[in-house]
């Protein structure tokens, strides 16, 4: 049975850094297609990055310009953990971050999507 756990989530001042994971189980992660989403309070579910394992490739893509060249996702195969290392974090980050899976493509419908983790709480505020 597929799981997703986040975790490395917290409170951090403008300009900080994180890194999110996802320890997947359940799954092939080297062939899976792991996505990153992110839900502010009365916004919607927001695709943020997403590594397409298809093939073992592990190609990554991001989604909104606010995050390209501040955000990066990484997967360590062996701990079968996906990462999320967020670096000059903004106010605007802030959000709950939720893993997802999927054997296709990466898109950025949260729809698409079967699979979530709990999500891990972002906050940046000084």
């Known amino acids: 049975q597929l799981q997703l756990v986040e975790s490395g989530g917290g409170l951090v001042q403008p300009g900080g850094s994180l890194r999110l994971s996802c320890a997947a189980s359940?799954?092939?992660?080297?062939?899976?297609?792991i996505g990153w989403f992110r839900q502010a309070p009365g916004k919607e579910r927001e695709a943020v990055s997403c590594?397409?394992?298809?093939?073992?490739?592990?190609?990554?893509?991001d989604y909104p310009d606010s995050v390209k060249g501040r955000f990066t996702i990484s997967r360590e195969d062996a701990k079968s953990t996906v990462y999320l290392q967020m670096n000059n974090l903004k106010p605007e980050d802030t959000a709950t971050y939720y893993c997802?899976?999927?054997?296709?493509?990466?898109?950025?419908?949260?729809?698409?999507?079967?699979?979530w983790g709990q999500g891990t709480v972002v906050a940046v505020s000084s």
């Open positions: 590594i397409d394992g298809r093939g073992g490739r592990g190609v990554a893509t």
């Open positions: 997802t899976a999927s054997g296709g493509s990466c898109v950025s419908t949260a729809a698409n999507y079967g699979a």
């Open positions: 359940g799954v092939t992660l080297r062939t899976a297609t």
